[in-house]
């Protein structure tokens, strides 16, 4: 299993970005794909989530600003930001998670947002 994200990038405080986590290889009993962030000296956290029943949840912080969707054709979830703060600004990291406890990380993503 292999998860490419892309879409990071530098933007305005209020500004938008889409990240693109694609997923390729055996995904037959994948459970759920979250995205994830880490500033630096933070710990990482869960920012989205969709399950492979579409269900979502979201961390309080990005509720009503991030969107999270999924395109199956393609394999890829998507995670729209919009309302960006300098807070949001973080190395973004795609996850899948799988039935057995199989879990596998992207290489992740840079996102800063200046005020």
């Known amino acids: 299993v292999q998860l490419v994200e892309s879409g990071g990038g530098l933007v305005q405080a209020g500004g938008s970005l889409r990240l693109s986590c694609a997923v390729s290889?055996?995904?037959?009993?994948?459970?759920?794909v979250g995205w994830y962030r880490q500033a630096p000296g933070k710990q990482r956290e869960l920012v989205a989530a969709?399950?492979?029943?579409?269900?979502?949840n979201y961390a309080d912080s990005v509720k009503g600003r991030f969107t999270i969707s999924r395109e199956n054709a393609k394999n890829t979830v998507y995670l729209q930001m919009n309302s960006l703060r300098p807070e949001d600004t973080a190395v973004y990291y795609c996850?899948?998670?799988?039935?057995?406890?199989?879990?596998?990380w992207g290489q992740g993503t840079q996102v800063t947002v200046s005020s």
């Open positions: 996850n899948a998670n799988f039935a057995g406890g199989s879990s596998y």
């Open positions: 290889g055996s995904i037959f009993r994948l459970n759920a």
């Open positions: 969709i399950t492979s029943g579409g269900s979502t």
